[in-house]
């Protein structure tokens, strides 16, 4: 079955750049989406079609996606930020979620 | 406003079935596909099944094929999960979402599912 393999967590100072990647067999290939869930909450969608924004969702949120790796990129990082992030993928049909990062923002 | 709000959850023995519902409101329900996907407590996300906007087209993740059915009532703007068979391994919070876009862009709070004897 097909996999998508996040880094566990990933650390940032507050005002800098954030960068989470997904990686997973010919990715460039397939539309990626991403989504931030805070503790207790549902997910959100910050980011489909590997680059498009959903309204609502800032700027400072950007993606790409490239041969076998996908990377989310956060500017200007935010305290608010703080979340997990999760990358997915669809292949066959099955929709896949990569095992999620957490982003702690110190 | 989009909203989708899942219900049914609750504690339910190993063997035993639930039936989970979501009210979906505030757009067109029966243009879109719909899923379901869940998370194990301090796990990730894993999506369950999909359902078409016409239920022509169905999917299922191996861990519940054979187990779990979807289906949806477009009088009711409501999607449904008929979960049989439970396992321990099922135990949850089960959340639908919207599908658009090749993306899940709505999500509801999530209803808990707990299998235990």
């Known amino acids: 079955s097909y996999e998508l393999t996040q880094p566990p967590s990933v650390s940032v100072s507050p005002g800098q750049t954030a960068s989470i990647t997904c990686s997973g067999d010919?990715?460039?290939?397939?539309?990626v989406s991403w989504y931030l869930q805070k503790p207790g909450q549902s997910p959100v969608l910050v980011i489909y079609?590997?680059?498009k924004w959903p309204s609502g969702i800032p700027e400072r949120f950007s993606g790409s996606n490239s041969g076998k790796t996908a990377t989310l990129t956060i500017s200007g990082t935010q305290a608010m930020d703080e979340a997990d992030y999760y990358c997915?993928?669809?292949?066959?049909?099955?929709?896949?979620f990569g095992g999620g990062t957490k982003l702690t923002v110190l | 406003e989009v909203q989708l709000v899942e219900s049914g959850g609750g504690l339910v023995q190993p063997g035993g079935s639930l039936r989970l519902s979501c009210a979906a409101s505030?757009?067109?329900?029966?243009?879109?596909?719909m899923n379901w996907v869940r998370q194990a407590p301090g796990k990730g996300l894993e999506w369950v099944s999909y359902?078409?906007?016409?239920?022509?087209?169905?999917a299922y993740a191996d861990s519940v094929r054979g187990r779990f059915t979807i289906s949806r009532d477009y009088a009711k703007n409501s999607l449904y999960l008929q979960m049989n068979s439970l396992r321990a391994e099922d135990t949850a919070v089960y959340h639908c979402?919207?599908?658009?876009?090749?993306?899940?862009?709505?999500w509801g709070q999530g209803t808990l599912v707990t299998v235990s004897s």
């Open positions: 505030g757009f067109n329900f029966s243009t879109y596909y």
């Open positions: 079609q590997d680059t």
């Open positions: 979402a919207r599908s658009s876009h090749d993306a899940l862009d709505y």
């Open positions: 359902i078409s906007s016409s239920s022509r087209t169905i």
């Open positions: 997915q993928a669809w292949d066959s049909s099955t929709a896949v």
């Open positions: 010919e990715l460039g290939d397939k539309y």
